[in-house]
């Protein structure tokens, strides 16, 4: 959909491990971006790309790191998750607004136990 | 920092009934975006207003921008059960790329 892939879909993951979660375009778009989703919060930035190896933070940063060594790939890392972690995750691309602005990705689901 | 509130955050409506979202975001900014999501699923592209008094209309649903009063609208007209689901506006940078959500509205409309 849109050329944006996130993978993986669900996981399942311990207290303390690291987890890469991938997100994937194929229409070379600048900006990438990931949020997350909880309940009564809607969709909060976390991090965003402006190019390869441009990076900056959004409003939910701390415990995440993220990567852009190519155009199509932008990188969501959590270096030791916690169980405050636990949410689902979008990535984003911005595109025309002729075409609706932004497209999410289909969303990852991490659990944190 | 950006703020965006809409309100009502939860809406119970019956079938046939009209009703009305709104948006309040906190800067001047003249681009504002309306979503879709049904449970477990991604986001959908609803509307995109770039400009003040902007109005847009798919179906039963019609967005409008007032950049004065910092105020979206998304006008639900003669509502059908499939209409239900979580409606978010967001507020797009003007001088940046980064948009900013608000808390989502829950739809629900009866039969």
């Known amino acids: 959909d849109a050329g944006i892939t996130q993978s993986p879909r669900h996981k ?51 415990g995440y790191s993220v990567s852009r060594s190519k155009t199509e790939d932008f990188l969501l890392t959590l270096e030791s998750a916690t169980s405050s972690q636990t949410s689902v995750y979008f990535c984003a ?3 025309q607004a002729s075409s609706g602005g932004y497209t999410f990705g289909s969303g990852t689901r991490l659990t944190v136990v | 920092e950006l703020k965006v509130e809409q309100n009502p955050l939860f809406l119970s409506m019956q079938e046939g009934k009209n009703y009305t979202i709104y948006c309040n975001y906190s800067t001047t900014s003249d681009r504002l975006y309306w979503y879709r999501q049904d449970p477990g699923k991604s986001l959908e592209s609803l509307f995109v207003l770039l400009s003040n008094g902007a109005v847009k209309q798919e179906g039963r649903l019609m967005a409008s921008l007032d950049t004065k009063a910092r105020l979206s609208t998304l006008h639900i007209t003669a509502a059908v059960h499939d209409l239900s689901a979580t409606y978010f506006c967001a507020e797009g940078e003007t001088s ?16």
């Open chain 1, 12 to 62: 399942v993951t311990e207290t303390g491990t690291p987890v890469t979660l991938r997100c994937h375009q194929t229409e070379n778009h600048r900006y990438m971006y990931w949020y997350r989703q909880d309940p009564g919060h809607g969709l909060r930035l976390i991090h965003y790309s402006y190019g390869v190896k441009d990076t900056d933070k959004g409003e939910v940063s701390d």
């Open chain 1, 93 to 95: 691309i911005k595109g």
């Open chain 2, 96 to 111: 940046g790329s980064r948009l900013t959500f608000g808390e989502g509205t829950q739809l629900t409309v009866n039969p």
